[in-house]
């Protein structure tokens, strides 16, 4: 049964897009069967895959509103190894649309359960706020991967998103756990970077990643050419570190099927 990974940070720019996209690819490249989940009306993991977001016939809007079966929004990429079910600024008007549906925060679970056996992980890119939309991601979810930059701020940011996990693991979703803390745009020469990182692993320990992606221009290049790293500049440090972390979290998850 495929593992609904959220990809979450109430913070914009810290690297959700970019994590969702160039791990999707590490993980398929590692022969995993992987789907990414487009939930931000910005549609970035869209163009990050060479998606047209504005030409596609449905979206995870579509889901969202049941209107259709999430078979139907997956777009199939041969030649990067996984699929996407894109999303675009119909998205928008998913909060408001969905006030008054019923199960308004279970709708991307409901359509996710009939795909969820063909998939080994599905990686949902959420949009920079917890909105209607993150909250259905975070109950669609398994776990919560939480990308952030180590900046000044960004242990309060993280404080607070860790409050919206609990109280989601103590009504919506008990069984939701934090898969990773993954430090992203990662600057070793900086004192701050290191002073930050130094504070995230003395308060979560192992739930932070070992890998650090680190700051690399090929990364921010890579979806104006709308392909992952992977494909983009193989051999660049960027690349890199999302297979080394692909290869950290399967061998957590070997480690955890073996205990
Ligand atoms: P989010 O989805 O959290 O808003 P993005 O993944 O879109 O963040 O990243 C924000 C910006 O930073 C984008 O322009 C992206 O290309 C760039 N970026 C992300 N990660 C890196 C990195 N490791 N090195 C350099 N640029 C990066
Ligand atoms: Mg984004």
């Known amino acids: 049964m495929g593992k609904v990974i959220a990809l979450t940070n109430q913070k914009g720019g810290v690297g959700k897009t970019t994590t969702t996209v160039n791990l999707a690819a590490a993980l398929a490249a590692a022969k995993k069967r992987v ?33 259709i079966l999430a078979t139907e929004a997956i777009i199939k990429l041969p030649e990067l190894g996984f699929s996407v ?9 998913a909060e408001i649309r969905l006030l008054k549906e019923e199960r308004r925060e279970r709708r991307l679970e409901d359509g ?9 992980y599905i990686l949902v890119d959420c949009p920079p706020s917890l909105n209607m939309l993150t909250l259905n991601a975070l109950v669609a979810a398994d776990s919560v ?30 069984g939701l756990h934090i898969e990773g803390i993954l ?5 070793d020469r900086s004192r701050l970077t290191k002073d930050v990182s130094e504070q995230l692993v003395q308060y979560f320990g ?12 090929r ?16 051999a660049s440090r960027g690349s890199l570190a999302y297979i080394t972390l692909a290869g950290e979290m399967l061998r957590k998850e070997s480690n955890k099927k073996g205990s």
């Open 35 to 67: 789907l990414v989940v487009d939930l931000d009306p910005q549609g970035n993991a869209a163009i990050g895959c060479g998606v047209d977001k504005e030409k596609v016939t449905y979206t995870s809007f579509d889901i969202l509103m049941k209107e």
């Open 85 to 93: 079910i894109p999303g675009n600024s119909d998205l928008t008007a």
């Open 219 to 234: 990364l921010a290049e890579a979806p104006s050419h709308g392909l992952p790293v992977l494909f983009y500049d193989k």
């Open 145 to 174: 991967l939480i990308p952030m930059q180590c900046e000044y701020y960004a242990l309060e940011g993280l404080t607070a998103l860790m409050g919206t996990i609990k109280n989601i693991q103590e009504t919506v979703n008990p």
């Open 112 to 120: 996710l359960v009939l795909i969820k056996p063909y998939y080994d």
């Open 183 to 187: 430090r992203t745009m990662f600057d």
């Open 206 to 217: 192992d739930k932070v990643y070992r890998t650090c992606i680190p700051r690399n221009i």
